[in-house]
């Protein structure tokens, strides 16, 4: 009687979310039949040429998907030069596994902002097309996958939490969700050659490729020197192309003279003075202010164009944008007032009612800094001003090279330094990459500033080839560890002799053995490793040769850490487990926050608090060592703010199953914020502005209509109110098929009771 409560209950709340969505819920359509857009339906092509602005293809897009490897279902790895339209291929290469193959895909993106960007732009094609997308960042998504077999499902996720999802399917015998994945999709797969991150990336996709699920793993890279390589670790055809969708016009600035840069017919480099810089507009103060004229740089593509300037320290970006705001002229100050004052109230939004006084008044001016002195969400609310010319200049790290994607008219580099280093040819590119906009402007350019004494350490940097990619797992010896222990928890490995074979796929040991044919490091290395994992406990007694991990390894597995975090954390369990404090969820908090966050931090801001605690919290404070003798160094505010979300985000993970309906207001955040905020890109600020708007519910936003949407909330362009309507709709969509999935499962198990004991009648 119970299950027949519960499954009508199911099937109740099913009914109301397909009634918010659409009024009368339609079942899953037949596709057209028009499928002349590379297999895919013509509703395809209209709906890129609707949400991304793309009428057609240009001509290396077109030779890349037909090609004989891509029809084939062969891997494929692809180069261009940044802004050369890659991802555009693999979208059509997803699109075609999800709705013609009708498998799951994953998509592995380098940073959080991407995988937000990306998700966003693709809920509209998920909606429309009737595949599910799911975010994989930070705290979002479920782990292992919610069960969805009715539809495919595109996994978008950071390179961590991939490899969490590619553990989950590989326990599974190659399925997600409930339903098999055909392919894994890398952006920069040049990240392969960087420490930590590319050595997990390299494991990820030796797992995959050792499974032999059938996979197909399409890589996007930049141009580099040894892609034959890659290739060969991938068992992957290779397509390169330079091609650049504007022309670029590369240019050095030492002094006062500006060099441009020309490439000869056979390659090599040829620089020829180009003009001066005039600084006769500049007042004897702004010349003092300004001495290397990027102010002036700046000045001379606005108002109309918009501009990147690249800088070599945080630190800088904040006092460049000082010296760029001071140099533009008032009358950049008196346009887009409405638009400014709105990024302005959006801002403070976010920021808990205050704002960076150096923002709040070059904001003014159409000039912003991005780094990680700022909040995630105040550097979401810049990009999106920036791409809507309301600011008209930013000041950033490389980071924003790699991590965002705002194409300007012009780039300014404003030292060959990151940090104390010089940079890498691969750094430089992705940043002059950055000048011109395909359909917008037919050019761009960039101008690198540089002193006299580096001029020949320039030279060297413009004329070298691309750079090549070794691997960095030899050094890695905590990834090794986590790749032999989950090859043994999903079932892929289960002795040493495994685990050799498995490591010879590596990126790593081709490498090595293409000096060595006679090579033993792969054995040589998981001898050692295991020798190391057995002193950590992470094996139960063998029983001919037959590994089995204890489960504190497992635990670590399931949990995604390495084993050494994973010792430490059950250790510290233990020790609370005596003294857990749950008078407040401190305790709980401090439990929860990962290990890997680990920060500096800054007097001013932690006096303040500390000064604040109440009896209870003082405790505990005293309890876990933290006390006035901490607070001796430093750290932004916005580091502070980006920890308070990542402790948000794995929290309610953690503690949802000891603590009923735990949610984001342990730290004074109102629980009713909770779905608006699991929209992508919506943060704190936001959500806030979405409840006092009145859409307080997912429901709500996904009724809304854009215009009115745009209306009610500061600083929200057309385009982002339509992929959050989107994401709405898709969530409660996917919401009710997960319930109609439930329904026809307990409905199941109910059918299969009453005939047992029907039988049991019989048999009585």
């Given at each position: 009687?119970?299950?027949?409560?519960?499954?009508?209950?199911?099937?109740?709340?099913?009914?109301?979310?397909?009634?918010?969505?659409?009024?009368?819920?339609?079942?899953?359509s037949?596709?057209?039949?028009?499928?002349?857009?590379?297999?895919?339906?013509s509703?395809?092509?209209?709906?890129?040429?609707?949400?991304?602005?793309?009428?057609?293809?240009?001509?290396?897009?077109?030779?890349?998907l037909?090609l004989?490897?891509?029809?084939?279902?062969?891997?494929?790895?692809?180069?261009?030069?940044?802004?050369?339209?890659?991802?555009?291929?693999?979208?059509?290469?997803?699109?075609?596994?999800?709705?013609?193959?009708?498998?799951?895909?994953?998509?592995?993106?380098?940073?959080?902002?991407?995988?937000?960007?990306?998700?966003?732009?693709?809920?509209?094609?998920?909606?429309?097309?009737?595949?599910?997308?799911?975010?994989?960042?930070?705290?979002?998504?479920?782990?292992?996958?919610?069960?969805?077999?009715?539809?495919?499902?595109?996994?978008?996720?950071?390179?961590?939490r991939?490899?969490?999802?590619?553990?989950?399917?590989?326990?599974?015998?190659?399925?997600?969700?409930?339903?098999?994945?055909?392919?894994?999709?890398?952006?920069?797969?040049?990240?392969?050659g960087?420490?930590?991150?590319?050595?997990?990336?390299?494991?990820?996709?030796?797992?995959?490729?050792?499974?032999?699920?059938?996979?197909?793993?399409?890589?996007m890279?930049?141009?580099?020197?040894?892609?034959?390589?890659?290739?060969?670790?991938?068992?992957?055809?290779?397509?390169?192309?330079?091609?650049?969708?504007?022309?670029?016009?590369?240019?050095?600035?030492?002094?006062?003279?500006?060099?441009?840069?020309?490439?000869?017919?056979?390659?090599?480099?040829?620089?020829?003075?180009?003009?001066?810089?005039?600084?006769?507009?500049?007042?004897?103060?702004?010349?003092?202010?300004?001495?290397?004229?990027?102010?002036?740089?700046?000045?001379e593509?606005l108002?109309?164009?918009?501009?990147?300037?690249?800088?070599?320290?945080?630190?800088?970006?904040q006092?460049?944008?000082?010296?760029?705001?001071?140099?533009?002229?008032?009358?950049?100050?008196?346009?887009?007032?409405?638009?400014?004052?709105?990024?302005?109230?959006?801002?403070?939004?976010?920021?808990?009612g205050?704002?960076?006084?150096?923002?709040?008044?070059?904001?003014?001016?159409?000039?912003?800094?991005?780094?990680?002195?700022?909040?995630?969400?105040?550097?979401?609310?810049?990009?999106?001003?920036?791409?809507?010319?309301?600011?008209?200049?930013?000041c950033?790290?490389s980071?924003?090279?790699?991590?965002?994607?705002?194409?300007?008219?012009?780039?300014?580099?404003?030292?060959?330094?990151?940090?104390?280093?010089?940079?890498k040819?691969?750094?430089?590119?992705?940043?002059?990459?950055?000048?011109?906009?395909?359909?917008?402007?037919?050019?761009?350019?960039?101008?690198?500033?540089?002193?006299?004494?580096?001029?020949?350490?320039?030279?060297?940097?413009?004329?070298?080839?691309?750079?090549h990619?070794?691997?960095?797992?030899?050094?890695?010896?905590?990834?090794?560890?986590?790749?032999?222990?989950?090859?043994?928890?999903?079932?892929?490995?289960?002795?040493?002799?495994?685990?050799?074979?498995?490591?010879?796929?590596?990126?790593?040991?081709?490498?090595?053995?293409?000096y060595?044919?006679?090579?033993?490091?792969?054995?040589?290395?998981?001898?050692?490793?295991?020798?190391?994992?057995?002193?950590?406990?992470?094996?139960?007694k063998?029983v001919e040769?037959?590994?089995?991990?204890?489960?504190?390894?497992?635990?670590?597995?399931?949990?995604?850490?390495?084993?050494?975090?994973?010792?430490?954390?059950?250790?510290?369990?233990?020790?609370?487990?005596?003294?857990?404090?749950?008078?407040?969820?401190?305790?709980?908090?401090?439990?929860?926050?990962?290990?890997?966050?680990?920060?500096?931090?800054?007097?001013?801001?932690?006096?303040?608090?500390?000064?604040?605690?109440?009896?209870?919290?003082?405790?505990?404070?005293?309890?876990?060592?933290?006390?006035?003798l901490?607070?001796?160094?430093?750290?932004s505010y916005?580091?502070?703010?980006?920890?308070?979300?990542?402790?948000?985000?794995?929290?309610?993970?953690?503690?949802?199953?000891?603590?009923?309906?735990?949610?984001?207001?342990?730290l004074?955040?109102?629980?009713?914020?909770?779905?608006?905020?699991?929209?992508?890109?919506v943060?704190?600020?936001?959500?806030?502005?979405?409840y006092?708007?009145?859409?307080?519910?997912?429901?709500?936003?996904?009724?809304?209509?854009?215009?009115?949407?745009?209306?009610?909330?500061?600083?929200?362009?057309?385009?982002?109110?339509?992929?959050?309507?989107?994401?709405?709709?898709?969530?409660?969509?996917?919401?009710?098929?997960?319930?109609?999935?439930?329904?026809?499962s307990?409905?199941a198990?109910?059918?299969?009771?009453?005939?047992?004991?029907?039988?049991?009648?019989?048999?009585?």
């Amino acid at each position: 009687m119970k299950s027949t409560n519960l499954t009508s209950n199911v099937i109740k709340q099913k009914r109301q979310l397909e009634t918010t969505f659409y009024g009368n819920f339609s079942k899953r359509s037949n596709m057209d039949n028009d499928n002349d857009f590379f297999g895919l339906p013509s509703k395809v092509k209209h709906m890129f040429k609707k949400h991304k602005k793309i009428t057609q293809l240009y001509d290396w897009q077109i030779e890349c998907l037909n090609l004989e490897a891509v029809k084939n279902r062969t891997n494929l790895i692809y180069a261009l030069p940044t802004s050369g339209g890659k991802t555009l291929v693999a979208e059509i290469l997803m699109l075609k596994e999800l709705l013609i193959s009708e498998r799951n895909v994953l998509f592995i993106l380098p940073y959080v902002a991407l995988v937000q960007e990306k998700v966003q732009s693709l809920c509209p094609f998920g909606l429309n097309l009737e595949f599910n997308v799911e975010e994989y960042v930070g705290g979002k998504g479920k782990h292992p996958p919610i069960q969805r077999k009715r539809k495919s499902t595109l996994y978008v996720c950071t390179l961590e939490r991939g490899a969490g999802l590619v553990d989950c399917m590989l326990a599974d015998n190659g399925q997600l969700g409930g339903r098999s994945v055909g392919m894994i999709v890398v952006d920069e797969l040049h990240l392969l050659g960087e420490q930590k991150r590319g050595a997990l990336l390299e494991t990820t996709l030796t797992k995959v490729l050792y499974s032999n699920y059938n996979i197909q793993i399409i890589g996007m890279s930049a141009t580099i020197g040894n892609m034959n390589e890659i290739g060969n670790f991938l068992n992957a055809y290779v397509y390169t192309k330079d091609f650049r969708p504007v022309q670029l016009k590369e240019s050095v600035k030492i002094n006062q003279d500006i060099f441009v840069i020309n490439k000869d017919v056979d390659g090599s480099m040829k620089i020829k003075l180009d003009r001066k810089l005039n600084f006769d507009i500049y007042t004897s103060d702004m010349k003092r202010l300004d001495p290397s004229g990027i102010g002036l740089l700046v000045r001379e593509i606005l108002p109309n164009g918009s501009c990147l300037v690249f800088c070599p320290t945080k630190s800088s970006c904040q006092s460049i944008a000082k010296i760029i705001y001071k140099s533009i002229g008032k009358e950049e100050a008196c346009v887009q007032l409405k638009e400014k004052e709105e990024l302005y109230k959006a801002l403070k939004e976010e920021g808990d009612g205050k704002v960076c006084p150096l923002l709040t008044r070059s904001i003014l001016f159409g000039v912003a800094y991005h780094n990680s002195g700022l909040t995630n969400a105040e550097r979401k609310l810049l990009e999106e001003a920036f791409l809507g010319g309301i600011i008209k200049c930013i000041c950033c790290t490389s980071t924003l090279a790699a991590g965002v994607n705002l194409p300007a008219q012009r780039v300014i580099i404003t030292s060959p330094f990151v940090g104390r280093d010089f940079m890498k040819q691969s750094t430089y590119r992705q940043m002059v990459g950055r000048a011109g906009r395909a359909g917008l402007t037919e050019s761009g350019d960039s101008v690198l500033l540089c002193q006299e004494n580096d001029k020949e350490k320039i030279k060297i940097l413009l004329e070298n080839g691309v750079e090549h990619i070794d691997s960095c797992l030899g050094t890695e010896e905590n990834i090794v560890y986590s790749m032999i222990l989950s090859s043994i928890s999903t079932g892929c490995t289960s002795s040493q002799e495994q685990l050799v074979n498995l490591m010879k796929c590596t990126l790593f040991i081709k490498q090595a053995e293409k000096y060595n044919d006679e090579c033993t490091v792969a054995s040589d290395l998981i001898e050692s490793c295991l020798d190391k994992l057995r002193s950590l406990n992470a094996f139960n007694k063998p029983v001919e040769r037959t590994l089995k991990l204890t489960p504190i390894a497992n635990a670590a597995v399931a949990a995604n850490l390495d084993i050494l975090e994973a010792q430490k954390l059950y250790t510290e369990l233990i020790e609370a487990s005596s003294a857990l404090l749950l008078i407040n969820k401190l305790h709980l908090l401090y439990l929860a926050v990962p290990y890997t966050e680990c920060i500096t931090l800054e007097r001013q801001y932690v006096l303040e608090i500390m000064t604040n605690l109440k009896g209870d919290q003082q405790a505990l404070a005293n309890r876990l060592g933290i006390n006035e003798l901490c607070i001796s160094q430093f750290i932004s505010y916005g580091k502070i703010k980006a920890l308070q979300d990542k402790k948000l985000d794995h929290f309610p993970m953690l503690f949802q199953n000891i603590i009923p309906k735990l949610n984001i207001g342990v730290l004074g955040y109102s629980s009713d914020l909770e779905s608006l905020m699991s929209l992508p890109s919506v943060r704190f600020g936001r959500a806030t502005q979405l409840y006092k708007a009145g859409y307080k519910t997912l429901n709500d936003v996904a009724k809304a209509n854009k215009k009115k949407l745009c209306n009610d909330i500061s600083h929200l362009s057309i385009k982002v109110a339509r992929e959050m309507i989107a994401s709405a709709k898709l969530m409660l969509l996917s919401k009710a098929e997960a319930l109609e999935e439930l329904a026809e499962s307990l409905r199941a198990d109910l059918n299969q009771s009453i005939s047992k004991d029907k039988e049991n009648i019989l048999w009585f």
